[in-house]
């Protein structure tokens, strides 16, 4: 009887000092499909809807002239007749409560699925995608950047000037990842948040990661019409340290083939703010006026984070080891 206990009790405590331990808990933030038709461009709408059918406004910033279009199921962004090189960018509140990483193997996760539409890669080596995640500062963007308008000269507050934050780029020529810092200035092109100084009307002031850029995916790699997929990840892998990667990948989803060079993970260290709520997508045509068109189908935010047993569970495994140790003991003696 006393051997069948102990062989009962030990089975419990096996079974819950394998349960209980840490692991990773993973939930979707946001995601968009476009089908609720609550999207608007240029808009004053907060996020909404479910975790799973979500919505927000996406706000155009471009320094030419960019424009965008929603449909039923999709959302097109294109530079419009540019005769230089541009740029456009969506800027969009995902979350009324910030992500913030605090454990270490937590992570949060924007994965989008697009239509080349025309010229997403062709023109110069700076010519690509770009995507960030930042902390917004309880600060909306700007809904009136979409003519010209990180180059239209003047003065400008709020909008995204105190947002901070994490951009990955996946170019013709080498693909990267960089901060955005907190913008002291007051100009219109310190409203931009994926530029880093490539050109005018971009802001300043970024500092690259450590770790493996990406060769670059080459001016002929994206074929107009087809579908792609980017998976952006900001992890927590030590104190004051984060792991920011990127990859791009052939169809609708992060499993398909690996677009060779896109790849890049790089370190951050000396990080105090680990909070996201703020997204951005970007094209830009460097170079020549070939216009960069994207049709985004969908948009998916995750986090993960580090669980850790109740402290229920932790007393019921306790009071199982005494227990044990209590038989073990009385059978000693």
Avoid: H
């Avoid at 060079?261 to 709520?277: A, I, L, N």
């Amino acid at each position: 009887m006393k051997n069948s206990l102990v062989s009962s009790i030990a089975v419990t405590v096996g079974f819950l000092a394998a349960t209980c331990g840490t692991g990773l808990g993973q939930t979707t933030v946001f995601n968009d499909n476009f089908s609720t038709g609550d999207d608007t461009l240029n808009g004053t709408s907060t996020p909404g809807g479910t975790a799973s059918d979500s919505y927000t406004s996406y706000d155009i910033g471009s320094t030419k002239t960019g424009q965008g279009t929603l449909g039923t199921g999709s959302m097109e962004l294109q530079l419009s007749s540019s005769t230089t090189s541009g740029f456009w960018e969506i800027q969009a509140i995902f979350s009324g409560s910030p992500v913030t990483l605090e454990t270490v193997g937590d992570y949060i996760n924007m994965t989008y699925t697009f239509t080349d539409t025309a010229n997403l890669a062709a023109g110069g080596s700076t010519s690509g995608i770009y995507q960030g995640l930042y902390d917004d500062a309880s600060s909306v963007p700007l809904t009136t950047l979409a003519s010209s308008g990180f180059g239209a000269s003047g003065t400008s507050s709020g909008g995204t000037l105190p947002w901070s934050g994490y951009v990955g780029s996946v170019l013709a020529g080498s693909s990267a990842t960089y901060t955005r810092p907190v913008q002291t200035g007051t100009t219109y092109a310190d409203q931009d948040v994926i530029g880093n100084g490539f050109g005018s009307g971009t802001y300043t002031g970024g500092v690259a990661g450590t770790g493996s850029n990406g060769a670059g995916i080459g001016i002929t790699t994206l074929l107009t019409g087809d579908e792609y997929t980017l998976s952006y990840e900001i992890q927590l892998t030590a104190a004051g340290t984060l792991t920011v990667s990127e990859g791009l990948y052939s169809g609708t989803s992060a499993t398909g083939t690996a677009i060779t060079g896109s790849s890049v993970s790089e370190t951050f260290s000396g990080v105090t703010d680990t909070s996201f709520d703020g997204l951005a997508i970007g094209a830009r045509n460097s170079g020549t006026s070939l216009d960069p068109e994207m049709t985004i189908d969908d948009i998916d935010i995750t986090d993960g984070f580090q669980t850790v047993p109740e402290p229920s569970t932790l007393a019921l495994m306790g009071a199982g080891l005494g227990l044990l140790g209590l038989i073990r003991f009385r059978r000693i003696r």
